[in-house]
């Protein structure tokens, strides 16, 4: 019989592989990513102090947006995102889409020549998708010249997954949240490896796309039909926090308790039967189709704090695979840029961290509303897919706790005791501690054409939060 | 920011409660569960002496009980239970069921005086069921008269969770193991509360098992013969586990993965579609569906490593409500019993502990598989239905790699790091460390007619183990 030995416990400063060694052996590591406040900059650190609370004056900022954030949490917690319909075409949704050729993307705006390989990719995709050219080299071409109108997917309500490309043609989710009222839309999952999320436009990653429109997309609307007020998604991602899945890069759970609704809803409805086979077979062998979902949910929740004067809380964190960009709750729609960092994790055979894209996606999401890298604790199992220690896992969890406002009493995570996932990013403490946000994210080749290569850890850049921050201290704290 | 203090590490030898201030602050603490080896009885120290291995000579008594066991691993993880069908009626698989009348139910031999109550009220149920009598009175009469024939589950090649009443309409899984060629059998899960199985016998329980033989069976078996080769347990085990199962107590997952495979195998066939509604939505909100399936599945995974001449491994562990008794692999079909301890645990409202049967049910079968509360760590989530804490659930499934022969690689454990769950219970390795197998189980009202009441957590007598040990060494190691 084996006694066990009093684990080590450490707080580190330096770098984040250090902490491997400890934990690795059982051990807690605390690490602080630290920078100095204000990130070494007076002027930030000033602002920083004119935006804390200040527990004696409720009038003073900080107070204000500590109250704000209070309400935003509130908001947060109250949202119950429910899955309405499901709509054969985005230009039903968008009739601007019927007019002009628009295609939605992930992130900030970004011209075409500044944009990554896989957005250059799935772009290309799109235009071939929806035979606006008949060749990959003309749409190209076309895309250069200028002939396609770019927007963000946020701008529509919507999000997508990596590069997060929605033309007009496609099917859209469309999810309603009661508590305030906001709608969010977002298209559908196509699974891992050669996806048009990725940058992969080959022709069978059109035809599935074809297929959505055809087949799946009318099989899904049949289904969420025939369920009263919707498919509760909130419902779905707390029980799959329960069931190994942060409901950003692991979905497996979540994708099975969508299934059950989906297929016992097809059972009552008259779709037929030959869609019903192939829709349900294409689900079960997608255990990331819940993902869009997720991800929609998430919109709709933090649409609902998005817009709350004095508040300090980020309500979009989104990434066009060159910047990685937020929102702020009380800053509109003003985004907060800087350059993306590249995700580090496991890689598919024949891919290397060099062919790693710059984080991508608008799937942060997630994190935004406290699932992915923020309730890491809840999927133990997702480390085999991007790596490092069940112990890892949980310590990233706890460090977020550093950087939120509150704790979701609807979200659980067993591996913290059932403590609630931390809620409500605040610009001030991110700045204040210099603790990044944890994002977990599949990884796109930096190619056009290829699609996924692996998943791994990324880390939100500093830089968007200083900016917030000094948005956040020009509008309610101008130097006088 | 707070700092994780060294947390304290223990080795207890004394009361379980003791623990909980250590592990409730995030220590680490051993329990030995304590007893001097061979039970402070000499006589059965020497024989635990004389049934050790010894390196030098691989002729002694102890190696070749090694030499055995190991054998009986490599069967255990070369096991692959398919579900290949599910039988319209037992007594088309007993045909002895047509000509008399048999009640199979969980656990030893027990005589109807000696019998607890919730076995009683399912005996009640099944006589009813059966048409043998027209009330529950009249039922009674029967049973005391000796009219029904009692047999074991396991003497069938079945199982059956709690009571386990199998009588001759009730429809049965058959799982076939292609690695050893051996067969198992079990009944159809009905949920929670008032079911049979718990002994309750009211109308509604028996207008239940009705519908599970008008419709629900002959769905499932459409279903099955759609998958080529049946439908593979051991891989929705292995991956529940990755998904807060422990497949015993919780089958949330399990359960979701299966109902994927019967829903998507069912859309491609002709089944009617009521029949098909009705089914989905049974199985969709009874997650403990695939209890049944995980226990006939760990029944055809050791019935694989039973009969092998030598072994100490334990193939099977049963409750009849009364008593605890085990099988082990050399020693034939010879059951060594003691009477159940009481499970704790947490209890539905308007119940107690008070008001708990012993310990019941064949689904201990999952424990000697490895599965259940030797797998406990992997499911945090079920510590919300049984007690204590995920450091708790973690603990035990380490202490049982005390008292087993290896670890199944098959069976990840994401919270020990994805070490394979301990398989292999050794009769010598429990008597020597005094550490006493732990299942995780189902309460059930002490008397008939009630049903479940909660569910919690047991250990197993330790004098069957004691018993078997002593038959191991009468037969292997007589007193020369």
């Keep these: ?167 007009a043609s496609m099917p859209v989710f469309v999810v309603d949240n009661p508590s305030s009222g906001n709608r969010a839309y977002t298209n559908l999952n196509e699974g891992i490896g050669k996806c048009l999320r990725f940058g992969a436009n080959s022709p069978d990653v059109l035809a599935r796309l074809k297929w959505f429109e055809a087949v799946l997309a009318p099989t899904l609307r049949a289904a969420v039909r025939q369920v009263d007020g919707g498919i509760d998604l909130k419902s779905i991602q707390a029980q799959a926090l329960l069931m190994g899945d942060e409901v950003h890069s692991r979905n497996a759970a979540a994708t099975a308790l969508f299934f059950m609704q989906v297929a016992t809803a097809l059972a009552a409805s008259d779709a037929p039967q030959k869609a019903v086979r192939e829709s349900l077979e294409f689900i079960s062998r997608t255990s990331q189709f819940f993902l869009n979902l997720s991800m929609v949910a998430a919109k709709a929740i933090m649409d609902a704090a998005h817009g709350i004067e004095y508040s300090s809380i980020v309500t979009a964190t989104a990434r066009n695979g060159t910047t990685t960009a937020l929102r702020v709750s009380s800053l509109g729609a003003q985004w907060f840029e800087a350059p993306s960092d590249n995700p580090v994790g496991l890689f598919f055979p024949g891919f290397k961290q060099e062919d790693a894209n710059p984080d991508l996606g608008d799937s942060a999401i997630t994190e935004t509303a406290g699932y992915g890298g923020f309730s890491l604790a809840a999927s133990p199992a997702l480390t ?74 990324v880390r939100v850049p500093m830089q968007c939060y200083v900016r917030a921050l000094e948005a956040l201290a020009a509008r309610y704290a101008p130097a006088g």
Tied chains: 1, 2.
């Design 384 to 457: 085999l897919l991007v790596g490092g220690s069940v112990a890892d896992a949980n310590h990233y969890s706890r460090l977020m706790y550093e950087i939120t406002t509150t704790k979701n009493p609807a979200l659980s995570l067993p591996n913290l005791e059932f403590d609630g996932a931390p809620t409500g990013i605040d610009v001030r403490k991110v700045v204040d501690t210099g603790i990044r946000p944890v994002v977990t994210t599949g990884i796109a080749h930096k190619e056009a054409g290829i699609g996924q290569i692996g998943a791994g850890i």
């Design 1 to 167: 019989m084996n006694l066990i030995a009093s684990p080590p416990a450490a707080l580190n400063v330096g770098l984040d592989s250090f902490n491997l060694s400890i934990t690795g052996n059982g051990g807690a590591s605390l690490q602080l990513d630290w920078q100095p406040p204000g990130n070494a900059d007076p002027a930030l650190a000033w602002q920083l102090a004119r935006l804390a609370p200040d527990r004696g004056d409720p009038a003073a900022v900080g107070s204000r947006m500590d109250a704000a954030n209070a309400t935003a949490c509130e908001r947060i917690i109250a949202a119950r995102p429910m899955l309405t319909d499901v709509m054969p075409r985005a230009d039903a949704v968008w009739p601007e889409m019927k007019n002009e050729r628009i295609l939605l993307h992930a992130g900030a705006p970004v011209a075409w020549e500044a944009m990554c390989g896989p957005m250059h990719g799935a772009m290309i995709g799109a235009v071939l998708y929806e035979g606006w050219a008949a060749t990959p080299d003309a749409a190209r071409a076309m895309l250069e010249r200028g002939e396609v109108r770019f927007a963000q997917c946020h701008d529509f309500r919507a999000v997508g997954p990596m590069t997060g490309i929605i033309s």
